[in-house]
């Protein structure tokens, strides 16, 4: 497995959440990577993104809630999610911003099963 999430579940808004994806290989420590979401009918969302130097952005809609960073000697990247909101409702995945650092054996863009997070109002 080259990209394993986890830490997903179900949550009362105003809660939180910590995800956390581990990953294989040793390109981790030089990789930008990026939590993304995707929610019932709608598209992919890139929410939040970490250079390998730890700059970190955000997409609108999490400023202020939600927090990426990551921990090169164990290759793994975090998520924590504050103040959580229905509208936050999806399966989160992890990967490298842009995607392609991880490759299935077909060369397609590799993505993990992801983490699903559920916020109840």
């Known amino acids: 497995v080259q990209l394993m999430e986890s830490g997903g579940g179900l949550v009362q808004a105003g809660g939180s959440l910590r995800l956390s994806c581990a990953t294989s290989?040793?390109?981790?420590?030089?990789?930008?990577m990026g939590w993304y979401r995707q929610a019932p009918g709608k598209q992919l969302e890139l929410v939040a993104t970490?250079?390998?130097?730890?700059?970190?952005t955000y997409v609108e809609s999490v400023k202020g809630r939600f927090t990426i960073s990551r921990d090169n000697a164990k290759n793994t990247v975090y998520l924590q999610m504050n103040s959580l909101k229905p509208e936050d409702t999806a399966v989160y995945y992890c990967?490298?911003?842009?995607?392609?650092?991880?490759?299935?054996?077909?060369?397609?863009?590799?993505w993990g099963q992801g983490t699903q997070v559920t916020v109840s109002s």
């Open positions: 970490i250079t390998p130097g730890g700059t970190t």
């Open positions: 290989g040793n390109i981790f420590r030089i990789a930008a």
């Open positions: 990967n490298s911003n842009p995607p392609g650092l991880w490759t299935t054996r077909d060369r397609h863009d590799y």
